[in-house]
């Protein structure tokens, strides 16, 4: 698959990723004096991803985006994009977004589908779990995953969870790192991402 070269559909790990108050926090938005966002033009009834994707992209927390993309190129894990920045993208609009963030759109495979109320992040990500093991063709078809993947049963070796939102299932709890808002990524938080996707203890030199 050219457009996921990392991706082995045998044996793959999944971080669902969330943005505000993770890449960002109350304490960049301190310091820049605002908080980045995504940019769009209406286009009909349709919000586009404008040029470029991001509107003060400098007022991400710059470490926090390096140690996301640390730790998935050390685990060998793909992203899913869970936070609200999702809403009106399709997948190669959000892999765009992403890279222009400072991930590796080659490591984003998709996003979750749309809020529905009365449901909440969990809810979301166990959607998109079960539509990886039964149906990708649907999620192709909706633009939520990458075209290469169209047709498989897929189901990841394992997978995280880092929000700072608690709206997890309880099912989930064991696969989830709530940040906190107003500081952002921690370091220690990498380390309890890495640990629940190798499923063994995970040192800061797991990260060098």
Known sequence: M??????????????????????????TAVAYGCLPWPSSVIEGNRAEPADPPVEDVEAFDDVSVRLIERLCEKTDTHIVLSSTWRSGLNVEEVRAMLGYIGLSSERVIGRTGPSLPG???????????????????????SGLIVPGLYGKSLEPRSYV????????????????????????????DVLKAGQILTMKDFMRYNLV
């Open 161 to 188: 969870i880092v929000d700072d939102d608690d709206d997890m299932l309880e099912s989930q709890v064991k696969n989830f790192v709530q940040v906190n808002w107003d500081e952002g990524l921690s370091f220690a």
């Open 2 to 27: 050219d457009d996921l070269p990392f991706f082995r559909p045998d044996d793959f790990r999944l971080l669902f990723l969330d943005i505000d108050g993770v890449l960002n926090s109350t304490k």
């Open 119 to 141: 449901h909440g992040r969990g809810w979301e990500i166990e959607q998109f779990l079960i539509g990886l093991e039964r149906d990708t063709k649907y999620l192709v078809e």
